[in-house]
Nanobody, 128 residues
Framework: QGQLEESGGGSVQAGGSLRLSCAAS????????MGWFRQATGKEREGVAAIYTGGGSTHYADSVKGRFTIIQDDAENTVYLQMNSLKPDDTALYYC?????????????????????WGQGTQVTVFS
């Protein structure tokens, strides 16, 4: 079975930075797009960023524009989320996700990328 594994979460002071990593494996074919969404306690899922495989086009939520950057490596099975100028409101469980053309879950839509597969998440906590 395919899986997505996130890493790099932690606790950081407001204004600081974190870099999240995600590795996809076992799917047997290239994703259409990959991205990140987050969910804070008691809140709905929020799409954060997405990148389109092959083309490199990106999409960001308004709440993170100018602060977060999504990057995909040349192998196209690893994606990163560079998070700068972190705020307490960024505190959430962050999920790496991808679109493989099927819908095992109701997707989280980020731009035109329907994120339908995701990992277990990595916790990001930002304190004042």
């Amino acid at each position: 079975q395919g899986q997505l594994e996130e890493s790099g979460g932690g606790s950081v002071q407001a204004g600081g930075s974190l870099r999240l990593s995600c590795a996809a494996s076992g799917y047997g074919y290239r994703s259409n797009c990959m991205g990140w969404f987050r969910q804070a306690t008691g809140k709905e899922r929020e799409g954060v960023a997405a990148i389109y495989t092959g083309g490199g086009s990106t999409h960001y939520a308004d709440s993170v524009k100018g602060r977060f950057t999504i990057i995909q490596d040349d192998a196209e099975n690893t994606v990163y989320l560079q998070m700068n100028s972190l705020k307490p409101d960024d505190t959430a469980l962050y999920y790496c996700a991808a679109d493989y053309g099927t819908r095992p879950h109701s997707p989280v839509l980020v731009g035109n990328c329907p994120l339908s597969y995701w990992g277990q998440g990595t916790q990001v906590t930002v304190f004042s």
